[in-house]
Nanobody, 128 residues
Framework: QVQLVESGGGLVQAGASLRLSCAASGLTFSRTPMGWFRQAPGKEREFVAAISWSGSSTDHADGVKGRFTISRDNAKVMVYLQMNSLKPEDTAVYYC?????????????????????WGQGTQVTVSS
């Protein structure tokens, strides 16, 4: 079965950096767009970043552009989220998500409904 396992979360001070990792198994990773979402207490889950299976296309939410970077390593079956200049408003549970198999090398989605599989989440807490 498909498994997505996030790691790398933690408690940091504002301005610090974290790198989230997501290890995938049970899917054709090299043909699967991936995404990161987050959910803060009392708020809905929101899009953070997405990447096509080729890695040639990426997208980031406006609130994280210039600070966060999504990347992937198909050989290692991993997707990453590098988070710099963290702010208290970045505090949330961060989820890795896998979309469906596609032959379109530049495809990705901002919509959570396009993702079939989700990890258990990793907590990121940024103190002021």
């Amino acid at each position: 079965q498909v498994q997505l396992v996030e790691s790398g979360g933690g408690l940091v001070q504002a301005g610090a950096s974290l790198r989230l990792s997501c290890a995938a198994s049970g899917l054709t990773f090299s043909r699967t767009p991936m995404g990161w979402f987050r959910q803060a207490p009392g708020k809905e889950r929101e899009f953070v970043a997405a990447i096509s299976w080729s890695g040639s296309s990426t997208d980031h939410a406006d609130g994280v552009k210039g600070r966060f970077t999504i990347s992937r390593d198909n050989a290692k079956v991993m997707v990453y989220l590098q988070m710099n200049s963290l702010k208290p408003e970045d505090t949330a549970v961060y989820y890795c998500a896998a979309s469906g198999y596609t032959v379109r090398s530049t495809y990705y989605s901002r919509s959570s409904g396009e993702y079939n599989y989700w990890g258990q989440g990793t907590q990121v807490t940024v103190s002021s």
